[in-house]
C-alpha cells in the first residue's frame, strides 16, 4: 500500500532560537490555516513563543459518516457524534501514523519528544489524545479543548495496561457546548484521571462549542509552564 501524503501543514516560527515544537490539531471541517487565523482573530495576534514553532497541520480530506459520506477535512470517521458507540478505530490509527511523520520531522530537527506538545480543538483534541497516550507517551503534553473519547474508547483500553509515565492533560471546556457536551469532556477527564493521567479541567460558564481569549491565554501560560526556555549550552 501505498504512504500516506504527507500532512499539510501552516507554521508560525519561533521569533528566537528553536528548542521546542506545538503541535495544534483543529476541529473538523477546518484546516490548519483555518485555525491558525481563528486564534489569531481571538487573540488579536498570532500565538507565537520566542522559542517555540507552532504547526497547524491539515487533515486530509475523507468521507465523512455523520455528513452522509460528504468529504470532510477531518482526523478520523465517526458513526455518529456520541459518547457511548464504537471509535471508527481504523480511521483513527491511519491518522495516528500520518501524524507521526509530523513528529518525527522535528525529532529530525533536534527537537526532543519531551520538548513536544501535542493538541487541538474538538475532533482535533480527541486525535491528540489518542496520538499521545497510546503512541506517544513521552511527549511533554496534551491538551484538548471541548473534546472528548468514547465510552470504550482504545485510548482507556491501552492504559489499563500501561506502566509508563504519561503526559500530563490539559483540558478546557464550555458548559453550554450543545455539540460536545461538557459532561462528555467531563467523563474523559475522569476516566483519564482514574488510569494514572495528571489531568486539570478548566470549565467555562456559558461556553458553546467555541474557543475564548481567556481559555487560549490559560493554555498559553501552561504550554510556557510545559515547555520553558532553555539556557543556551556553553558552546552555542
Known amino acids: 500500500m501505498a504512504a500516506p501524503a504527507a500532512v499539510q501543514r501552516s507554521v508560525v516560527s519561533p521569533a528566537g ?3 521546542a515544537s506545538l503541535i495544534f490539531l483543529h476541529g473538523s471541517g477546518d484546516t490548519g490555516q483555518g485555525a491558525r487565523a481563528w486564534i489569531k482573530q481571538i487573540l488579536n495576534e ?3 513563543f520566542q522559542h517555540i514553532k507552532v504547526i497547524y497541520p491539515t487533515a486530509p ?3 465523512y459518516t455523520p455528513m452522509k459520506g460528504a468529504f470532510s477535512n477531518v482526523w478520523f470517521d465517526r458513526y455518529k ?3 457511548d458507540c464504537p471509535e471508527h478505530i481504523e480511521s483513527i490509527d491511519s491518522m495516528c501514523r500520518g501524524l507521526t511523520d509530523l513528529i518525527n520531522d522535528e525529532v529530525k530537527n533536534g527537537i526532543a519528544k519531551s520538548r513536544i506538545l501535542i493538541g487541538g480543538f474538538s475532533m482535533g483534541g480527541g486525535m491528540a489524545m489518542h496520538l499521545a497516550f497510546r503512541f506517544h507517551q513521552d511527549l511533554a503534553g496534551v491538551f484538548a479543548l471541548s473534546s472528548f473519547l468514547n465510552k470504550d474508547s482504545a485510548v482507556y483500553q491501552a492504559l489499563k495496561r500501561n506502566e509508563s509515565a504519561l503526559p500530563e492533560l490539559f483540558q478546557c471546556h464550555g458548559t453550554a457546548d450543545d455539540l ?5 469532556g467531563e467523563e474523559t477527564n475522569k476516566m483519564l484521571k482514574s488510569l494514572g493521567v ?3 479541567l478548566h470549565t467555562f ?3 458553546n462549542h467555541e474557543l475564548n481569549r481567556t481559555e487560549i491565554e490559560k493554555l498559553k501560560s501552561w504550554i510556557v509552564k510545559k515547555l520553558p526556555v532553555e539556557a543556551p549550552k556553553a558552546n552555542e
Open 61 to 63: 480530506a475523507r468521507p
Open 205 to 207: 460558564p456559558n461556553l
Open 180 to 184: 460536545v457536551l461538557y459532561s462528555w
Open 17 to 19: 532560537r528553536h528548542t
Open 81 to 83: 457524534i456520541c459518547n
Open 198 to 200: 495528571s489531568a486539570s
Open 46 to 48: 498570532e500565538m507565537a
